[in-house]
């Protein structure tokens, strides 16, 4: 019985798979370029699905965390504060590789891993945490909501300052990760649970 799997000319078994997963998260950190920059996230509210774009900013493999930047008025938060259990959808078209993850929530807000991440961030970015009203308010007109006289061509760390109270950083740790490989020859698939310390890795049908 066969235990590995052809990509592009190179043969993988699931501890490889794995691997190979992590790089590419990690690789989505560090590249705007990467199809994994910019994943689809999913929580639940009120029984139903609801999913969104988020960036990806940072991947602690060792931690198995996935951390994405949010506003504490938004939705999201507020979804995630009910139900922590949340879902993350990445796609590589030019790989054919889709990576689905579960995996439970942490938010921080005006503690001190979200001074450091804030202290680590774009004035630009800061700027988007001073919409007034909340993301997600029912508006008039199309507006994004952001001071006007803030331009960013004068931001300073003074002037967006206030932002800092909108912001929040959530820590996601991996539950689980499904990787899925299409391939006109025949599709693959694999699961990997964790349990602690103890990884269990399966092939599936895909």
């Known amino acids: ?3 590995m ?3 592009n000319q190179t043969e993988y078994n699931l501890d490889e798979i794995l691997n190979d997963c992590w790089l590419r998260l990690e690789k989505g950190v560090k590249s705007a370029n990467h199809p994994f920059h910019s994943p689809t996230l999913g929580t639940i509210h009120q029984g139903e699905v609801e999913m969104r774009t988020v960036i990806l ?6 931690e198995k965390t996935l951390i994405f930047h949010s506003d504490v008025r938004s939705p999201k938060i507020s979804q ?6 949340i879902s993350w959808l990445f ?4 790989a054919r590789i889709q990576i689905r993850l579960k995996a439970k929530a942490t938010i921080h807000h005006l503690n001190d891993l979200a001074l450091s991440r ?3 961030s774009r004035l630009e970015s800061r700027r988007c945490y001073l919409s007034q009203p909340a993301p997600s308010s029912f508006i008039d007109f199309p507006s994004d909501g ?3 006289n803030l331009d960013v061509k004068n931001l300073t760390v003074e002037n967006v300052a206030d932002g800092f109270n909108n912001f929040v950083v959530v820590e996601t740790e991996v539950t689980q990760i499904e990787w899925l490989f299409l391939n006109h020859s025949g599709h693959r698939r694999a699961t990997f649970s ?3 310390n103890i990884i269990k890795k399966q092939w599936m049908l895909p």
């Open 80 to 85: 995630i504060k009910n139900n922590n259990h």
């Open 57 to 62: 900013r940072q991947v602690i493999a060792a």
């Open 118 to 120: 804030w202290e680590d």
């Open 1 to 3: 019985m066969k235990e």
């Open 194 to 196: 964790y349990d602690g």
């Open 91 to 94: 796609y590589d078209e030019d």
């Open 146 to 148: 952001l001071p006007e």
């Open 5 to 7: 799997v052809n990509i």
